[in-house]
């Protein structure tokens, strides 16, 4: 049971243009929504996050907006740029209970800047 | 570099081996979150620790077990190996307290290969 999906495995896109990588999920118990960023041989690098209580969250060239209706979320990277080549992977967590802050991941969508 | 620290890098062993995977967390966190990566999939979530206790529990298999020590490094044991349990395991940490928006940082990983 796939709770977060990102349907697009792969995304190409021209350095200085703009990246929108899309996540969906189904459970809307999630509150709390997290990207992260990950370079071949390395661990997953946090890059932004909301929570359910917002709609948009903005940092630098990074913004994530959340849409509750849809259970959709997008991460928006502008301007592009040679070095966010990388796989990007969307997270959720609900709060089953305090302290259990397990992170339910998509399977990554991977960006390719174009110089 | 995201202070936490996975050793060994790399791990090669024969189907029905056992082994461990050691992990140290950022210092000042209590938390310590056991992920699994297959080929082509999203992290997995396995196991939390929080200062020293299970906290919570995902698709771990029997056959894996974790602990947390009192110097808050843990470790994930893998037993009757099967060629199916091939895979990237990333520990993660965060913390210092128990709270919803905390992010996790995560270790390089560990890249297990079973023959």
């Known amino acids: 049971d796939q709770q977060v999906k990102q349907n697009s495995p792969s995304l190409s896109v021209q350095e200085g243009r703009i990246s929108i990588l899309n996540c969906d999920y189904t459970?809307?118990?999630?509150?709390?929504f997290l990207w992260y960023k990950k370079y071949p041989a390395e661990g997953p690098t946090f890059l932004i996050s909301?929570?359910?209580?917002?709609d948009k969250n903005e940092d630098g060239r990074f913004t994530v907006f959340l849409n509750k209706s849809a259970k959709h979320l997008s991460l928006h990277i502008v301007p592009s740029q040679p070095g966010d080549s990388a796989v990007y992977f969307c997270?959720?967590?609900?709060?089953?209970?305090?302290?259990?802050?397990?992170?339910?991941f998509g399977t990554g969508t991977r960006l390719t800047i174009i110089p | 570099d995201s202070g936490v620290t996975q050793t060994p890098k790399h791990l090669i062993t024969a189907t029905g081996q056992r082994v461990t995977l050691r992990c140290s967390p950022r210092?000042?966190?209590?938390?310590v979150y056991w992920y699994q990566q297959s080929l082509d999939q999203g992290l997995q979530f396995l196991i939390q620790?929080?200062?020293?206790?299970?906290?919570a529990k995902g698709n771990i298999l029997e056959r894996f077990s974790a602990q947390q020590f009192p110097d808050l490094h843990s470790e994930l044991n893998l037993s009757s190996l099967e060629l199916g349990d091939s895979a990237l395991y990333f520990c993660?940490?965060?913390?210092?307290?128990?709270?919803?928006?905390?992010?996790?940082?995560f270790g390089p990983g560990t890249r297990l290969t079973v023959l």
């Open positions: 993660a940490s965060s913390g210092p307290g128990l709270g919803t928006y905390n992010e996790q940082f």
């Open positions: 459970n809307s118990m999630f509150d709390y």
């Open positions: 909301i929570s359910s209580i917002k």
């Open positions: 997270a959720a967590r609900r709060a089953l209970n305090f302290g259990n802050e397990k992170l339910t």
């Open positions: 210092s000042g966190d209590l938390s």
């Open positions: 620790y929080y200062n020293g206790e299970e906290r």
